[in-house]
């Protein structure tokens, strides 16, 4: 339950600041641990304090702070810990726990995506919104002169694009994409529906948020150029353009670098392979008068020259 009563002492954003280390973050439990442990209260009253500001969760939020600090004041002027004995705080400010300086406490580090492996992706919230945040809404018009359509506002926050879109431009991009990366799980699409009842419409404007999401979050799609241009072009006929556009695009086993790698090393093995079998070819045909024995023995001794 939040925090509902009193004000808000300057404190208590203090030490929310420090413990999550970022506007908007979650402090986990060593982190508010490490700050509780010197308000010389019980092991038992920290747990319980604890476990009603989180409720079951490893972190909790800034309400969860805010409030934690509360009962933990009350608990060391000898009163229950208990929300309904913040209730004598309604009319004024909260108080303020006796507490160890914010500098000999725990901070909580951000975590951030680890770039020495193309593998790993380790986010925290607020470390995915950096990346973008997309707003999708409904045109309130449908468009068309019998057959009508809907359209979609698309905004990126991170590109500063906002651009008109209908569902065949999704349906053409997402297209490109598993053209593009064949060998990725490319989010899917939300299915298309003739006469569409609002409650589908509605469902599908969220889908269709949560495909631009997975892709601008992604750590290789969302850099991509056709993920660019799909957010940037402000045409007509997108769909048409995107086609046409990236029809001829090469895959990514095409241009990826450890692609590349790869098709070296496949390279070599296939032309030591043709060397093998161009030597014994040439080895059978001069020695066609020698025995089976005298064969193979003329022929290892040329392979092992060869290979050295």
């Known amino acids: 339950m939040a925090l509902t009563v009193g004000r808000i002492p300057s404190y208590y954003r203090d030490v929310f600041s420090h413990l999550s280390g970022s506007e908007g973050g979650r402090v986990n439990r060593r982190a508010w641990q490490s700050l509780a442990d010197t308000s010389s209260l019980p092991p038992a009253l920290i747990d319980k304090v604890w476990r009603a500001c989180s409720r079951g969760q490893d972190s909790i939020g800034q309400d969860g702070v805010f409030k934690s600090l509360a009962l933990i004041a009350v608990g060391q002027q000898g009163k229950p810990v208990e929300d309904w004995a913040l209730d004598a705080y309604a009319d004024r400010e909260l108080p303020i726990p006796e507490l160890a300086p914010l500098q000999k406490t ?40 019998v057959f009508k359509y809907q359209e979609y506002f698309v905004e990126s ?3 500063r694009a906002r651009v008109v879109r209908r569902f065949r431009d ?109 030597v014994i070819v040439v080895v059978d045909t001069c020695y066609q008068g020698d025995g089976e024995q005298g064969r193979q023995s003329k022929t290892t001794d040329i392979v092992n020259v060869t290979c050295c």
């Open 106 to 145: 725990v901070k909580e580090e951000p975590v951030t995506a680890d770039t020495s492996s193309p593998t790993t992706f380790v986010y925290r919230y607020h470390d995915l919104l950096k990346l973008d945040t997309i707003i999708v809404q409904l045109v309130p018009e449908k468009k068309g002169m």
């Open 157 to 159: 926050k991170v590109l």
């Open 170 to 278: 999704f349906a053409a991009f997402h297209e490109c994409l598993l053209n593009r990366y064949p060998y990725r799980l490319v989010p899917r699409l939300p299915p298309k529906k003739v006469a569409a009842s609002p409650l589908f419409i509605e469902q599908r404007r969220k889908a269709l948020r949560r495909f631009l999401l997975l892709i601008r979050r992604h750590p290789v799609l969302r850099d991509d150029e056709i993920v660019r241009y799909f957010f940037s072009f402000s045409g007509s006929e997108v769909a048409q353009h995107i086609k046409e556009r990236y029809k001829v695009v090469a895959d990514e086993s095409m241009t990826n670098e450890f692609a590349k790698t790869a098709r070296v090393g496949l390279i070599l093995r296939i032309g030591l392979i043709l060397r093998l079998f161009l």
